[in-house]
């Protein structure tokens, strides 16, 4: 018995510098294994938080995203003191008709023209009735962009014509500049003209920083006739458009030194200036300066 314990002693003695050696290899195997996922796991971790910090200093300023219902909407918000765009939905690069957000630089047209000799001048009714009550009677330019009277801009554009309009939609670089169709409808549902919300959102901060091709006075007072409200802590002016299952609300919010432009667009089934403006009310609010 002795002597087997010396024989089986003496050969496991052999063989412990070859287990020891295969235990530290498995070992550190197993620590470098565990280190690099280690590693892995932290340095995704690091990523994650990053791009978290990174979202939450340099990412959209507005907490949320607008609020489309059951629209296909886009929203183009722009803010003229930095310069910084922010864009909701998928077509801000495709161009639909502008419907009567069109009345903006058909107004500056006018007044550069001198078709009307300011916002004030009355242009007496057609005598066509229209669905719309408060269409039928004699406008200004002040109140027939209130209540988007299709008839008194038809008017403006007979008075300029066209080769005067077709000249100043491509001085302004508007949408896809088309005006071949006929002449009181080209900015109208099938009518030729497009623009995009993108197209929308550079012509109006071009028109706040008085950077279009046109006199300062028919800037600034159509900017003025633009409108809708002004308190002691922000003026809102905008312009609504509705054709063909589009509806539109452009236009420009200040808000003490801050200036926005935006650009709201929705598609399908009942969509129209009223909703489209609901909506970007909505958003502008939540997320007030």
Known sequence: MPTDHKSVSSSTFKFLPILWSLYQSIKNSIVQHFYKSLRFTFMNYFKISLFMTVSIFTGLAFADEPDFGKFDGTAVIIDLNTSKKLTYGKHADEQVSPCSTFKILNSIIALENAVVKDENEIIPWDGV???????????????????????????LARRVGEAKMAKMVRAAKYGNMDTAKTLTSFWLGGGSLKISPNEQADFLSKLVRNQLPFSSRALTITKDIMNLEKNKDYSLSGKTGSCDSIGW???????????????????GEGANGVEAKNIALRFLQKNAK
């Not at 009550?133 to 209540?147: D, G, K, L, Q, Y």
């Not at 609300?249 to 598609?267: D, P, Q």
Request: with cysteine; net charge negative; proline share 2%.
């Open 129 to 155: 009735v229209s669905e719309y009550p408060f269409w039928n009677h004699e406008h200004c330019m002040r109140s027939a962009i209130a209540v988007s009277t299709v008839w008194f801009y038809q008017e």
């Open 249 to 267: 609300f452009v236009g420009f919010i200040e808000e003490g030194n801050v200036t926005k432009v935006f650009a709201f667009s929705l598609r």
